[in-house]
């Protein structure tokens, strides 16, 4: 009887100083691991691969429900606009006139050049790669319309 209440009085003693143990040394140790240094490296990560990001989501093929061709205005909004909308990787902004005019000059079989080939952080076809011809010429006549 005695000898079963002794082990059972070891036995929290050894529970209590892993415990301590595991309060002192493990928790400040994995706190460590959360330190302000490993979070700026994340954040500059996330910095780097952002403009990888937003080009996956503009690579998402557009809605193509019922097989027609898509209007200049839907593939727009569904492809471009993630970069023009915003000015995303330096594009130039729908409605952002000045940006636009000199691009506008070129003419447009330059403009829909560059929009089938791609040009410079700009990818072909703005990334979706199942566009028609005239689903791209649709929308970069919508585009420019917007920024005219
Ligand atoms: C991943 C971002 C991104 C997407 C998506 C995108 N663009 Fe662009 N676009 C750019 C950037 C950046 C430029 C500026 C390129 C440069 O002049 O250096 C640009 C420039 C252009 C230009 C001007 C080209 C020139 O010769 O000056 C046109 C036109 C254009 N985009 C049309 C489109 C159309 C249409 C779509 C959708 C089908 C589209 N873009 C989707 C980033 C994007």
Redesign the pocket.
Known sequence: MAQAKHSSQAILMATIVVAILLIVVVWPLSMMGKGSAPAAANDEAEARIQPVA??EL?SAPAAKSDGKPRDGAT??NS??M???GSG?????KAGDKAAWAP?IA?GMP??LK??TNG?????P????AD?TDAE?KG??EH?VGLSK
Do not use: D, E
Not at 119 to 123: D, F, I, L, T, V
């Open positions: 937003k080009f503009a593939v727009y492809v471009c993630a970069c023009h995303a990787a330096g594009a130039p691009r070129t330059a403009l560059s929009a040009k410079n952080a700009m990818p076809k703005g990334g979706a566009l791209l929308a970069v585009l």
